[in-house]
């Protein structure tokens, strides 16, 4: 059993003793990752932004990402924080609007492969740092969105729910229909806490799972890459494009893109 909340770097030094990492290029990593997948029973999955790239949806941290572009005068992890929220909720929107929301995004090879293998009651959960609800339009009903997502708002005076589309049409602030109040996004902003039973079914699944996808995350946002640490599975596969602290402690580590990686899994199945 992995001690809980412990830091990954701690937890791979004591499990990786002996055992050799192996690193491998797309090309070369099909059959190793269908051996690993043939023998899982309880297989979760945990995503990040780089699940999303296929779909069109850039990621932030990435070296061409929009936090290092630089932009002038805004800082994205200031302006999506809940403070510039309630200070400056129209500037809030105005770059909502602009660089998070991708309504025609849709699901791409890796999200339809991870559909599949629920529908075979493989894949007991997708933990994900993603906002965009790709995995739900793709079918999966065992989600954990972490941060949240764009397709959840609702009336901060009443409650009242409202679909993506009410956020896309308003003008600079949303506005409750029903009462007027101010229309906000279930998206966990910086200085917001993540959903408590949210994290509580995330924990639960990759504490039982008996092997581990982490794939299109550097992991170097937390609190979300600390639930690694609730894995005492047999395997764990990292597919990403860049080194991650998991790297060491994983049986399989791919370089490369998620989406042509599971992609490839399903055409040759
Ligand atoms: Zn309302």
């Known amino acids: 059993m992995m001690p809980m909340n412990q830091p990954i770097g701690t937890a791979a030094r004591s499990t990786s003793a002996g055992r050799r990492t192996r690193i491998l290029s797309e090309k070369d990593a099909l059959p190793e990752l269908r051996v690993l997948l043939a023998r899982a029973r309880r297989l979760v999955f945990f995503g990040g932004a780089g699940v999303s790239t296929a779909s069109g949806i850039p990621d932030f941290r990435s070296p061409q990402g929009l936090y290092r572009q630089g932009e002038k005068g805004t800082d994205p992890e200031m302006v999506l924080s809940r403070s510039f929220f309630y200070l400056?909720?129209?500037?809030?929107?105005?770059?909502?609007?602009?660089?998070?929301?991708?309504?025609?995004?849709?699901?791409?090879?890796?999200?339809?492969?991870?559909?599949?293998?629920?529908?075979?009651?493989?894949?007991?959960?997708?933990?994900?740092?993603?906002?965009?609800?790709?995995?739900?339009?793709?079918?999966?009903?065992?989600?954990?969105?972490?941060?949240?997502?764009?397709?959840?708002?609702?009336?901060?005076?009443?409650?009242?729910?409202?679909?993506?589309?009410?956020?896309?049409?308003?003008?600079?602030?949303?506005?409750?229909?029903?009462?007027?109040?101010?229309?906000?996004?279930?998206?966990?902003?910086?200085?917001?806490?993540?959903?408590?039973?949210?994290?509580?079914?995330?924990?639960?699944?990759?504490?039982?799972?008996?092997?581990?996808?982490?794939?299109?995350?550097?992991?170097?946002?937390?609190?979300?890459?600390?639930?690694?640490?609730?894995?005492?599975?047999?395997?764990?596969?990292?597919i990403n494009q860049t080194a991650t602290p998991a790297d060491r402690r994983a049986s399989l580590v791919i370089r490369g893109d998620v989406a042509r990686v599971l992609g490839a899994l399903s055409d040759t199945e």
């Open 88 to 238: 400056h909720p129209e500037a809030f929107f105005d770059f909502y609007r602009a660089h998070m929301l991708y309504p025609n995004a849709r699901p791409n090879a890796a999200h339809r492969w991870l559909y599949e293998m629920e529908r075979r009651d493989v894949l007991r959960g997708i933990v994900t740092q993603n906002i965009d609800g790709l995995h739900r339009m793709a079918g999966n009903r065992r989600v954990y969105e972490l941060h949240g997502s764009v397709h959840e708002n609702a009336c901060m005076d009443c409650g009242a729910h409202y679909p993506l589309q009410a956020i896309l049409e308003a003008r600079g602030i949303p506005r409750c229909t029903r009462c007027g109040g101010v229309i906000k996004p279930s998206v966990v902003l910086y200085g917001e806490s993540p959903d408590k039973y949210v994290c509580i079914g995330a924990c639960r699944e990759i504490s039982q799972a008996d092997t581990l996808i982490v794939a299109g995350t550097s992991l170097s946002v937390e609190p979300a890459a600390s639930f690694l640490d609730y894995f005492s599975g047999r395997a764990l596969a990292v």
